[in-house]
């Protein structure tokens, strides 16, 4: 009978967990569709390491990165955020199977931010005007 419940407490547990980890992924989702992205792709997540010095230890930490992708005027921009923080950041363009890094863009980006970063005259990166359609969607 201990089985049992030890056994059904760990199928609940693990259910709980996973459904957590969707769960952050679909208020992303949710989040960028109030932002008025009204394509944004499948989530997916990665899981990025650190590691840093105090002093004579080494403390190891890991967080969960969210990443979708939205399209806009043409152009597959990868949104990224952390799991269970708020925010969200610009993080790639995606073009021709490249994936050019677009540092230095404010946070929190709303799609008529995005289409105004888009078509003014600051630095793009590579691949930028090969994607870029401003009378498309």
């Not at 997540?45 to 990165?65: A, D, N, P």
């Not at 021709?96 to 980006?109: A, I, K, M, V």
Request: glycine residues 8%.
């Amino acid at each position: 009978m201990k089985r049992r419940i030890i056994s059904a407490l760990l199928v609940l547990g693990s259910t709980a967990a996973l459904t957590a980890c969707a769960s952050n992924e679909d208020k992303f989702v949710t989040e960028l569709k109030a932002a008025g992205f009204s394509n944004p792709g499948e989530p997916s997540t990665e899981k990025e390491k650190k590691s840093r010095k105090i002093g004579k230890r080494t403390v190891k930490s890991s967080e969960k990165i969210i990443e979708v992708v939205v399209r806009v005027k043409g152009c597959d921009l990868e949104m990224a955020k952390v799991s269970g923080q708020s925010g969200y950041w610009l993080d790639e363009l995606h073009v021709n199977g490249q994936e050019p890094e677009w540092p230095g863009y404010p946070e929190n980006l709303k799609r008529d931010q995005v289409v105004k970063l888009l078509s003014d005259n600051s630095s793009k990166p590579t691949g930028f005007t090969a994607c870029y359609k401003p009378n498309e969607a």
